[in-house]
Nanobody, 118 residues
Framework: QVQLVESGGGLVQAGGSLRLSCVAS?????MGWYRQAPGKQRELVAS???????DYADSVKGRFTISRDNAKNTVYLQMNSLKPEDTAVYYC???????????????WGQGTQVTVSS
């Protein structure tokens, strides 16, 4: 079993920035971030593999950047130009092989709240 520990959530004004971090207890090929706003489905925000393949949701392209440090089993999400619609609980996720839309990842973090005020 792999545990995911994340940090970096908080309250920020629109236009501000936050950086989320997630440390895995073991090496995972694919790591990423989901988010879930109240009353909405959980959605995949971004993912990255050990080889560097990156995917973003259209809603965050140009504003969010995902990166990882394979030696530290850590994934980051730099969030810039935040909007009120980015408000959600953000969940770190990891899979031994791939993170794909339409199926759950192998492991979930506990989630961290990101609130963007207008």
């Amino acid at each position: 079993q792999v545990q995911l520990v994340e940090s970096g959530g908080g309250l920020v004004q629109a236009g501000g920035s936050l950086r989320l971090s997630c440390v895995a207890s073991g090496r995972m090929n694919a790591m990423g971030w989901y988010r879930q706003a109240p009353g909405k489905q959980r959605e995949l925000v971004a993912s990255i593999t050990m080889s560097g393949r990156i995917d973003y949701a259209d809603s965050v392209k140009g504003r969010f950047t995902i990166s990882r440090d394979n030696a530290k089993n850590t994934v980051y999400l730099q969030m810039n130009s935040l909007k009120p619609e980015d408000t959600a609980v953000y969940y770190c996720a990891a899979s031994a092989l791939l993170i794909r839309i339409g199926r759950p990842p192998d492991y979930w973090g506990q989630g961290t709240q990101v609130t963007v005020s207008s």
